[in-house]
């Protein structure tokens, strides 16, 4: 059973420019979350998805940032027009009601901003 | 020993021996706690959780304990390996509801030789 996958797993941008993280969550699970990491902080919650809907985004910052769970294919998390600020370690975690409700940890994408 | 660094707390214990590590959470309403640990460069790994009707529960190797009182959460880990040097953190949240998780500030665990 293949854990959550995230690609690219680092991610080169130069300032202005868009950042596209995916994000394959574990068979099954349905549920999506979107964390952020600076070095050495703790992880920061960004957004909460379901298919096709998005759950909980009071983390996200206003602007340049979307997050979405199509019907079909990974989630993506969009940042556009960069910034170095941007520059940190995105997780993504799924869970499964069904399964309990514990979150599984993709092994992140790394994004520095030049 | 446990010390406060410019960043994470850090603690060293020997090969073998016991280590405990310590999260204060913050919010009363918090039913569900997680422990992750993050080594280098991955993202966390689930160790154990405990509900808020539990006060202790035990995996392999490792134990939680949650004081519901103090809002104080630990996690025990027997028989310290190298392996288990790494960044440990707890996660609180509410089962009712989006279920985010907020994270402590994490503990940095090194086992020497």
């Known amino acids: 059973n293949a854990g959550v996958m995230q690609n690219p797993r680092h991610l080169v941008r130069r300032r202005g420019q868009e950042a596209r993280l995916r994000c394959s969550p574990m068979k099954g699970h349905s549920h999506v979350y979107w964390y952020r990491q600076l070095p050495e902080e703790g992880l920061k919650f960004m957004v909460y998805?379901?298919?096709?809907?998005?759950?909980?985004e009071s983390g996200m910052p206003k602007e340049r940032f979307s997050a979405e769970f199509p019907k079909e294919g990974p989630s993506i998390l969009r940042i556009q027009q960069v910034v170095r600020g941007d520059s940190a370690a995105y997780f993504c975690?799924?869970?499964?009601?069904?399964?309990?409700?514990?979150?599984?940890f993709g092994p992140g994408t790394r994004l520095t901003v030049l | 020993g446990e010390s406060v660094g410019l960043h994470l707390p850090t603690l060293s214990v020997q090969e073998g021996d016991n280590s405990i590590i310590n999260c204060a959470y913050s919010?009363?309403?918090?039913?569900?706690f997680i422990w992750y640990k993050q080594e280098s460069g991955k993202g966390p790994q689930f160790i154990i959780d405990i509900r808020s009707n539990m006060d202790k529960r035990q995996g392999q190797r490792v134990t939680v304990l949650l004081n519901k009182t103090v809002k104080h959460l630990s996690l025990q880990i027997a028989a310290t390996q190298p392996g288990d040097s790494a960044v440990y953190f707890c996660a609180e949240t509410s089962l009712g509801g989006a279920q985010k998780l907020v994270f402590g500030q994490g503990t940095r665990l090194t086992i020497n030789p």
């Open positions: 975690a799924s869970s499964s009601l069904q399964g309990g409700d514990t979150q599984y």
């Open positions: 919010n009363s309403a918090s039913d569900y």
């Open positions: 998805l379901q298919k096709e809907n998005i759950i909980d």
